[in-house]
C-alpha cells in the first residue's frame, strides 16, 4: 500500500509503503498460563488465577525463608514492573526470581522467567539476549515434557525469526506452536498462533490466507473476552486492509484496537495502533493530525522502550517534512530511523528509511547520491524478500531516471515495477507503475502506449477511490489522444 495525498506532478515519487516498517508489531500478551508447582519439600499453594490472567502482586519479604515464596513474589514483581513500563526494575527482578526458583529446585517456574526475560528484551529489542533466553527456556519445557510451555515459546521464537526476515523458520515455529496448543486444548495459544502466520502469510503476499487467519483469531478472541488479543488481531487486520487497500475498513480496524489496548493498559499496543493511524492521516492529506498522531505514538514507544516502533515513526515523521518540504528536518529524522533500525535490527525497516531518503534527495537535487541509495534500497529488500519494497524502489528509480533524461532505463524500471505490483495484487501499486510508465511512453514519442497507460492507470486510481488521480489521469490520456 502506497501514500498518495497530492495531485501536483513533481511529489509523486514520494509515495512508499505504509505497512510494515520492520516487521509485525504486536503487544505481547501473557502467554498461556504454564503454572509452576512447588518442590516436594514445600507446601506453598500455587495461586490458581486463570489462563491469560495475572494473580495479584505478592512481593516476598526479603528475610523470608522459602526460597519458592520469593521466587513467586520476584517473578510477581516483575511482572507487574513490565506492566507499568519498568523494563530496568523487572529484569532485576526476574533475575532474583531465576535465582530462588534454582534454589528451590522447581523448573517450570525458572523455565516461565526464562520466557518472560525474552519477552522483556524482544520489546527492547535485544534479540541476541531474548533468543538466549527463549532457549533456555525451551531446553526446560522439553525436559519437563511441558507441551504448553515449548508452545509458547515457539511462537516467541516465530516472532523473533520474522522480525530477523527468516520467513521459513518463523512459519515452522508458528505451525508447531499451533499445533501443539491443540494437542493441549488451549485456545489462547492457538490465538497467538493464528496471528503470527496470518503476519508471515502477508508477508508472502497470501493475502485471503492472511485475513483467514486473522478472522480466526478475531473469533476466538471475542469468544473468549481475551481484549488484549482481540486488539493483536484487529490491528492485524488493519494492517492487512491496508495492503489490500481497504483503508475505511483499516481504520475502522485500528480505532477499535487502539481502545482495546487502552482497556488493557497497554502502551506499546496504543503505540502501534496510534502509529498507523497517522499514517492513514497522512494519506488523507491530514498533514496538521498526522503530525499530532506521530508525536503521541513515538512518546508510546519512548515509554515501552521500543526502538524499532521509534524507527518507524521517525521515517513517518521525515516523510511527513519531506512531504512539506522541510527537507532539513526530514534528512535529521531520516538518520535518527536508520540509526535505529540499525540498533534493532530490522533490515525491512532500514530498506524502507533508504527509499524515502532517496525520494528526499531527489527533492535536493542529489540525482547521483539518490541513485546509489536508492541501489542500497532496493538490495536490502531483495535480501529480505520484500516485493512491495522492491516494486516501489523500482517505480523511484524510473522517476529519477526520467529526471536525468534516461528514458530507455526508466521504462525499464516502471515495467519491472508494474510485474511485481502484480504479482503482489496492489492496484494502487499498479496504478502508480502506469502512471508513470505513460509518462516515459509520452515523452518518447509513442501517444498511442502512453494513452493506454493512464487509461488503465485512471481506471485502478478509480477503484482504489483516488478520485483526483483518476480525473487527472482521464486528462492526459484525452489530450494526447486528440
Known amino acids: 500500500m502506497f501514500k498518495r495525498h497530492s495531485t501536483s506532478k513533481d511529489t509523486k515519487s514520494f509515495f512508499n509503503t505504509l505497512v ?5 508489531h504486536l503487544a505481547i500478551p501473557p502467554p498461556p498460563s504454564v503454572q509452576p508447582t512447588p518442590s516436594k519439600r514445600q507446601s506453598v499453594p500455587q495461586s490458581s488465577a486463570p489462563d491469560n490472567q495475572s494473580a495479584p502482586p505478592v512481593i516476598a519479604s526479603p528475610a523470608a525463608n522459602d526460597s519458592y515464596t520469593k521466587a513467586e513474589g520476584y517473578k510477581m514483581q516483575g511482572d507487574l514492573q513490565v506492566r507499568k513500563d519498568q523494563l530496568d526494575e523487572a ?4 533475575l532474583l526470581s531465576q535465582k530462588f526458583y534454582i534454589e528451590a529446585n522447581n523448573g517450570i517456574g525458572e523455565a516461565n522467567t526464562h520466557h518472560s526475560l525474552g519477552d522483556l528484551y524482544s520489546r527492547r529489542d535485544e534479540l541476541q539476549s531474548a533468543e538466549k533466553s527463549y532457549q533456555a527456556a525451551i531446553q526446560l519445557y522439553l525436559k519437563l515434557n511441558n507441551k504448553l510451555g515449548e508452545a509458547n515459546i515457539h511462537i516467541c521464537m516465530s516472532n523473533l525469526q520474522l522480525r530477523n526476515d527468516k520467513l521459513d523458520d518463523s512459519e515452522a515455529s508458528a505451525t508447531l506452536a499451533l ?16 496471528i503470527k502466520l496470518g503476519d508471515i502469510e502477508k508477508r508472502r503476499m497470501q493475502l485471503d490466507s492472511a485475513e483467514q487467519s486473522y478472522d480466526r483469531s478475531l473469533q476466538l478472541s471475542v469468544q473468549l473476552k481475551d481484549e488484549l488479543r482481540e486488539a493483536n488481531s484487529r490491528k492485524s487486520l488493519g494492517d492487512l486492509y491496508i495492503r489490500m487497500d481497504k483503508t475505511i475498513e483499516a481504520r475502522h480496524e485500528y480505532e477499535l484496537a487502539f481502545d482495546l489496548y487502552t482497556n488493557a493498559s497497554n502502551t506499546f499496543g496504543r503505540a502501534n495502533s496510534q502509529r498507523q493511524i497517522g499514517d492513514l492521516e497522512f494519506r488523507a492529506g491530514q498533514y496538521d493530525e498526522a503530525e499530532q498522531t506521530y508525536t503521541r ?5 519512548v515509554m515501552a522502550s521500543s526502538l524499532l516502533g521509534q524507527g518507524d515513526v521517525h521515517k513517518s515523521i521525515g516523510d511527513l517534512q519531506t512531504r512539506r518540504d522541510d527537507l532539513n528536518a526530514a534528512e535529521e529524522s531520516f538518520n535518527r530511523a536508520i540509526k535505529l533500525y540499525e540498533e534493532s535490527g530490522s533490515r525491512l525497516g532500514l530498506a524502507h528509511t533508504l527509499q524515502s531518503l532517496g525520494v528526499l534527495q531527489v527533492k535536493q537535487n542529489s540525482y547521483e547520491l539518490a541513485a546509489k541509495t536508492y541501489q542500497r534500497a532496493l538490495e536490502t529488500y531483495i535480501e529480505v524478500d520484500d516485493g512491495i519494497g522492491e516494486a516501489n524502489t523500482y517505480k523511484s528509480m524510473g522517476e529519477l531516471e526520467l529526471l536525468r533524461n534516461l528514458p530507455d532505463a526508466a521504462e525499464r524500471s516502471y515495467k519491472k515495477a508494474l510485474e511485481l505490483y502484480v504479482e503482489a495484487d496492489s492496484r494502487l501499486g499498479q496504478a502508480n507503475a502506469l502512471d508513470g510508465l505513460g509518462n516515459v511512453q509520452k515523452s518518447k514519442g509513442d501517444n498511442v502506449s502512453a494513452a493506454s497507460s493512464f487509461k488503465k492507470a485512471s481506471k485502478l486510481y478509480g477503484e482504489v477511490q483516488m478520485t483526483e488521480w483518476e480525473k487527472y489521469c482521464m486528462t492526459k490520456a484525452q489530450e494526447i489522444s486528440q
Open 179 to 194: 499445533r501443539l496448543y491443540e494437542e493441549v486444548e488451549n485456545q489462547f495459544g492457538q490465538i497467538d498462533a493464528l
Open 20 to 24: 510494515a516498517f520492520g516487521n509485525p
Open 297 to 301: 505514538a513515538l512518546e508510546f514507544f
Open 91 to 94: 529484569v532485576e527482578s526476574y
